[in-house]
Nanobody, 124 residues
Framework: QVRLAESGGGQVQAGGSLRLSCAASGSFLSINAMGWYRQAPGKQRELVATITSFGSTNYADSLKGRFTISGDNVKNTVYLQMNSLKPEDTAVYYC??????????????????WGQGTQVTVSS
């Protein structure tokens, strides 16, 4: 099992910045990718950015240039630096991980895990 602990959410004025962190812990063989999704009220959950263990990144097109994802493989932690925040960035941000696990002699590849979410509120 993989547990994801998010931190760094909060309230900020438009134009400000926030940095989210998410640390993975628990029993796993490897963390293959981590990332962030977000869900605004009344909307579907959407991709923000992901990063693989090799450092390959993927961003939602609308967020390129403002958001930067980075990772620390030693700490099994992913970060999301959010700059020039806009009110429309207001959402619950969820950490996401893809991991291989070996539990009770059962190997499982590329299982998906989610954090509980952290609220980001951008006021105008």
């Amino acid at each position: 099992q993989v547990r994801l602990a998010e931190s760094g959410g909060g309230q900020v004025q438009a134009g400000g910045s926030l940095r989210l962190s998410c640390a993975a812990s628990g029993s796993f063989l490897s963390i293959n990718a981590m990332g962030w999704y977000r869900q605004a009220p009344g909307k579907q959950r959407e991709l923000v950015a992901t990063i693989t263990s090799f450092g390959s990144t993927n961003y939602a097109d609308s967020l390129k240039g403002r958001f930067t994802i980075s990772g620390d493989n030693v700490k099994n932690t992913v970060y999301l630096q959010m700059n020039s925040l806009k009110p429309e960035d207001t959402a619950v941000y969820y950490c996401y991980a893809v991991a291989d696990t070996l539990i009770s002699d059962t190997f499982s590849r590329d299982d998906n895990y989610w954090g509980q979410g952290t609220q980001v509120t951008v006021s105008s």
